[in-house]
Each structure stands twice: as structure tokens, then as C-alpha cells.
């Protein structure tokens, strides 16, 4: 199966600091990569996307990077909240839809004020 | 609130036993998937319907099975339950099943515990 690899597996910032985190996939083919946010006891739900044409892209507090050469994406949050503590989750995933898109394992963040 | 509901929220039972899960999808949306989230695993697709059709499989076991009603909602069911089978089990929709899917959205998910 297609994998996306993710890191850390946990995180602990600061309230004010950036958190980073990364993610590596390994089909060339894939050209979708979304972000999950995910709190306790909920669902995930979608919090920010790229597709590979751009090299980063921002939503308020929050930056997706994508680096197509050497397959890897990173979503950082500025200025981290104690309510961005959640769970995030990155994927990719070819044209087609969702069925083949692939989730990461996922990255606790927890945000300590 | 993403607007897809999940029954139950919560379900503990023995090995050997049969359970059914289900999910009233987003109204409008006409894909249905279901994710399995365990412990140390990110979600594993585990099946998608479009309109009340199979649509694609992911790593769904032998033991597993699905299915879309006329009214949309889907039901997952799981038999001869095994302790591995404990986790969190997520439904999601999209208004679309292809090119044009569209945002996915999650339920709160139905965690399974199997003793």
C-alpha cells in the first residue's frame, strides 16, 4: 500500500512558538495532500490542502509547504493556541478521489501555556 | 458539526460476537466511506459506496461488510469479532464519488471495544 510517513509522532510547544509538523510520501502520482485536524472525542475535519502547482500555502495561522522534488509537505502553525491542541493527521492521494487517498499516523500536539 | 451522524458512539462486546455500525451521510452527499482507526495507525480506508453501489476497497477483512441503503445511510458491519477488531470506526461523505469528490467529512466515530 502507498505510504505517507509522518513526524513526530507527538509534540509539545510553547503557546506563542511554531509547530512543525512533517510528513514524506512516496507515489509520484499523488497530487493532493490535505491536513486533518482532529480534537478529542470528534471526527477529523479538513483544515488546510495543497496541490503540488504551489510551494506553500497559508490559511491564517496556518502554512502548508510542499517540496515536489523531494516528496515531502509540512504543515506549520504559527503563534500555537492551547486550542490548536488537537491531533493532525496529513494524506495525499492521486485524482480520483478519496478512496485512495492515504492518511498519516498522525501527530498529538499539545499546546502548554 | 460536520453534519454526518454515527450510532452507536460507543460499543463493547466478546470475541465471536457480531456487530453493526451505522451512518446518515451529509445531506446531499452521495459517497459514503468508512475508516477504521486503531491505536497506532493512522485511518485505514476501509470501503467507499457512491449512490448504493460498491465503489472501491480498501483493507476491509473477509469478515467485514458494508452496504448503502436507498436513503443513503450505510451500515458497516462487523461478525466474528476479534480482540484486534477494537478501534475507532469512522464514517465520512463527499458530495461526489470521482473526480469532482469534494471535501470529505467525518463523523465522530463509533469506537468498538471487543473483550
Known amino acids: 500500500q502507498q505510504q505517507v510517513k509522518q513526524s513526530p509522532q507527538s509534540l509539545i510547544v510553547q503557546k506563542g512558538g511554531i509547530s512543525i509538523i512533517n510528513c514524506a510520501y512516496e507515489?509520484?502520482?499523488?497530487?493532493?495532500f490535505p491536513w486533518y485536524q482532529q480534537f478529542p472525542g470528534k471526527g477529523p475535519a479538513l483544515l488546510i490542502a495543497?496541490?503540488?502547482?504551489?510551494s506553500e500555502k497559508k490559511e491564517g495561522r496556518f502554512t502548508i509547504s510542499f517540496n515536489k522534488s523531494a516528496k515531502q509537505f509540512s504543515l506549520h502553525i504559527m503563534d500555537s493556541q492551547p486550542g490548536d491542541s488537537a491531533t493532525y493527521f496529513c494524506?495525499?492521494?492521486?485524482?480520483?478521489?478519496?478512496?485512495?487517498?492515504?492518511f498519516g499516523t498522525g501527530t498529538k500536539l499539545q499546546v502548554i501555556p | 458539526d460536520s453534519g454526518v451522524t454515527q450510532t452507536p458512539k460507543h460499543l463493547i462486546t466478546a470475541t465471536g460476537q457480531r456487530v453493526t455500525l451505522r451512518c446518515s451521510p451529509r445531506?446531499?452527499?452521495?459517497?459514503v466511506y468508512w475508516y477504521q482507526q486503531s491505536l497506532d495507525q493512522g485511518l485505514q480506508f476501509l470501503i467507499q459506496?457512491?449512490?448504493?453501489?460498491?465503489?472501491a476497497k480498501g483493507n476491509i477483512l473477509e469478515r467485514f461488510s458494508a452496504q448503502q441503503f436507498p436513503d443513503l445511510h450505510s451500515e458497516l458491519n462487523l461478525s466474528s469479532l476479534e480482540l484486534g477488531d477494537s478501534a475507532l470506526y469512522f464514517c465520512?461523505?463527499?458530495?461526489?464519488?470521482?473526480?469532482?469528490?469534494?471535501?470529505?467529512?467525518f463523523g465522530e466515530g463509533s469506537r468498538l471495544t471487543v473483550l
Open positions: 465520512a461523505s463527499s458530495v461526489g464519488g470521482g473526480l469532482n469528490t469534494g471535501e470529505l467529512f
Open positions: 507515489n509520484t502520482a499523488f497530487d493532493y
Open positions: 495543497i496541490r503540488p502547482d504551489v
Open positions: 494524506a495525499a492521494g492521486p485524482p480520483g478521489g478519496y478512496q485512495k487517498v492515504t
Open positions: 445531506s446531499g452527499d452521495l459517497s
Open positions: 459506496y457512491y449512490n448504493g453501489e460498491e465503489r
